[in-house]
T-cell receptor
Framework: DTEVTQTPKHLVMGMTNKKSLKCEQHMGHRAMYWYKQKAKKPPELMFVYSYEKLSINESVPSRFSPECPNSSLLNLHLHALQPEDSALYLC??????????????FGPGTRLTVT | AQSVTQLDSHVSVSEGTPVLLRCNYSSSYSPSLFWYVQHPNKGLQLLLKYTSAATLVKGINGFEAEFKKSETSFHLTKPSAHMSDAAEYFCVVSGRTGGFKTIFGAGTRLFVKA
């Protein structure tokens, strides 16, 4: 199984809502990532988890809260978002943290719209 | 510090003609380099990677890339474009600096004309 799955595929939420994005992989990867991608732009790194511990937070606003309950699962909790947070949110995983030779496997993304 | 520059924001080719997508990189250490493809509203898929083994790297769907250290380049090529190749392509560098983060190029949109 070389697949990263993400749910939901689409999400529309109001600025006062609380919602969560979910990402799952069963490849035994020990590094997991959240990216934000705006239209016609490359993905921007948000968070990196290494062996289930948060190792990189790219100065992301606190209205985004990541969680890694176990080595296969990664969540992104959303609260009080702004319309400019509307984007495609991509999850990725790689075999070993801090190893430049391993490629990242990407999920299909969650298309988030904040109204 | 590391950086990656994709020299063309858009490339347009006719079906059956060669494809060349250009990428230059900068890295203080010997880098790993990757090309990913993204079709509309999809995630990214790895095309190929260079990790200090053979300098000519073959990937999926007939794509290949050559690592040229003297030119700090890692250009992506394909002998004959197919309509299904129309997509966004990202060149990515990964190395020791920045906590092993991957650095994405700005992307090149490939258009394929019938």
């Amino acid at each position: 199984d070389t697949e990263v799955t993400q749910t939901p595929k689409h999400l529309v939420m109001g600025m006062t809502n609380k919602k969560s994005l979910k990402c799952e992989q069963h490849m035994g990867h020990r590094a997991m990532y959240w990216y934000k991608q705006k239209a016609k732009k490359p993905p921007e790194l948000m968070f990196v988890y290494s062996y289930e511990k948060l190792s990189i937070n790219e100065s992301v606003p606190s209205r985004f809260s990541p969680e890694c309950p176990n080595s296969s699962l990664l969540n992104l909790h959303l609260h009080a978002l702004q319309p400019e947070d509307s984007a495609l949110y991509l999850c990725a995983s790689s075999h070993r943290p801090r190893d430049r030779d391993y490629e990242q496997y990407f999920g299909p993304g969650t298309r988030l719209t904040v109204t | 510090a590391q950086s990656v520059t994709q020299l063309d924001s858009h490339v347009s080719v006719s079906e059956g003609t060669p494809v060349l997508l250009r990428c230059n990189y900068s890295s203080s250490y010997s880098p790993s380099l990757f090309w990913y493809v993204q079709h509309p509203n999809k995630g990214l898929q790895l095309l190929l990677k260079y990790t200090s083994a053979a300098t000519l790297v073959k990937g999926i769907n007939g794509f290949e890339a050559e690592f040229k250290k003297s030119e700090t380049s890692f250009h992506l090529t394909k002998p004959s474009a197919h309509m299904s190749d129309a997509a966004e392509y990202f060149c990515v560098v990964s190395g020791r600096t920045g906590g092993f983060k991957t650095i994405f190029g700005a992307g090149t949109r490939l258009f394929v004309k019938a």
